[in-house]
């Protein structure tokens, strides 16, 4: 970074300052990404981290409304502000996903993001997930565990497991869409029958029309 644009951030933090002493939220946040984005080092991500836990509740609404999901869902810097408060508790859910999901995008998208910033998986197993079915992020958690699972035959045993368990549709709809070609033809049968007894969305809506493409090799492994 050049002095010029340097210089040109430590005026503009400088004119944040008054802002932050009078508890504006936006001010918060706009210092929280310049040290985050703009400078980077590890002592600004902290001094990023301390901003916006410092947010006052009152300015929570304003902040998710500027820095919205709504029409910024690739933006990093949104899912930035709202994995903050996510973090610190100042919102219960986000339409990013679960902290864990936006975590691994943030670390992939920014490549000064730090390793003690980053949330741990919070489960080891589908069954851990489900545990959790009466908790408000149940879904998120779901699709975030989905999305994450090695695409391979125990992958797809250890859903039909919970199937079995478990009317998700969810489950069906991650079974069906990406990890169909690991199972038998005769476990494809049984999923797209109990799939059409339970469920009133068509199976080719989760399917893309395509024909079956169960009993593959892979399925056959282990």
């Known amino acids: ?61 304003p902040i998710q409304r500027r820095w919205s999901y709504e029409g910024h869902r690739d933006s990093l810097e949104c899912m930035l502000v709202h994995y903050f408060l996510l973090r610190h508790h100042k919102i219960d859910r986000s339409g990013y996903g679960t902290a864990e999901a936006m975590s691994r995008r943030l670390a992939a998208g920014i490549a000064t993001f730090p390793e003690w910033l980053r949330t741990a998986p919070r489960f080891s197993s589908l069954a851990e997930v489900f545990e959790n079915f009466l ?42 869409q990406d990890f169909r070609g690991f199972l038998t033809k005769e476990e494809m049968g049984r999923v797209t029958e109990d799939y059409t007894k339970k ?3 068509p199976l080719s809506a989760i399917m893309d029309g395509k024909p079956d493409e169960g009993g593959t090799e892979s399925a056959k492994e282990e």
């Open 135 to 176: 908790q408000d992020d149940f879904e998120d958690s779901l699709t975030a565990y989905l999305a994450e699972m090695p695409r391979n035959r125990a992958s797809a045993q250890e859903i039909l497991e919970e199937m079995g368990q478990w009317d998700e549709w969810l489950l069906y709809q991650a079974l069906l």
């Open 1 to 61: 970074m050049g002095k010029e644009a340097a210089f040109s951030l430590v005026q503009e933090l400088s004119m944040l300052r008054d802002g932050i002493q009078a508890n504006r939220p936006g001010p918060f946040v706009h210092a929280a990404l310049i040290f985050a984005l703009s400078l980077g080092t590890e002592e600004d991500w902290h001094l990023a981290d301390g901003l916006m836990k410092l947010v006052p509740p009152a300015g929570v609404a």
């Open 199 to 201: 469920f009133s969305v």
